[in-house]
């Protein structure tokens, strides 16, 4: 310790401080560099309004979009063994979750709900990223075999939402058994006959591209999400040669024949609907984005999520 950290640099700072903008209610694109306020943000679904470029939405927002009328039911998660490893980094496990947990107001990184959506009957699992990468730790396996589990009981399709950076290293080999437990969940559903479609957000990387992120029915992306099993920057320094453009982006999975479409996150909820209406042999939606089968006209989605408040 000497005047230049006690004196010195804690009033350069404050000078630099006081210019910052407040960052709740301002988010910079990480891809134009656009200022962009929140509520704009929020009310265009999480896309930058200058560029397109999808950020990470929460779960509980991606579930207020797509579900009919914003309204949706919390399926139960068995709550597993905290921190069984008694794993320590620089922090120790258990700060980590409350940390996140503050942060995020979630209790873990996925969410799992049961509703309509265009009038159809679905459960929907969605991961989080903000909360600790999204990683794949027991309770994720256990949010998505309570989903499956809820959906072969309802008879409903699964719609699944990834977004992690991979299995939960603070839960070690525990972390990597979820890989086949939710391939037994996925396998749940097909013995079932009930479809589950993988809707792979940015980014969708490791353990969770090699389990169920991978093993829908339908597999669709949002535009330039990360898909990948090893990241670019390992596979480049592992082989030492430049990789082509694009490279793991949906749009190259999907000319390579790894994905069946890459959507808009604004037109992916007419998207589902009319995919998970033709696999359910129901009546096709009505054209627009709420089909209305029944006999009750339905209002436009469009104007009432307009105007949220
Ligand atoms: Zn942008």
Redesign the pocket.
Known sequence: MNWITNYVRPRINSLFSRREVPENLWTK??????M?FHRELAENLNV??????HLAISPRARFAALFDGGVFNEVKVPEPVADPLQFRDQKKYPDRMKAAQKATGEKEAMLVAEGEMGRTPVVMAAQDFSFMGGSMGMYVGNAIIAAAERAVALRRPLVLFSAAGGARMQEGILSLMQMPRTTVAVEMLKEAGLPYIVVLTHPTTGGVTASYAMLGDIQIAEPNALICFAGPRVIEQTIREKLPEGFQRAEYLLEHGMLDRVTHRKKLREELVGILRMVGNLPAPVAGDLPAPGPIPAPAPEAAEANPA
């Open positions: 694109c990480p891809e134009c560099g656009t962009l930058c309004t200058n560029c397109d470029h």
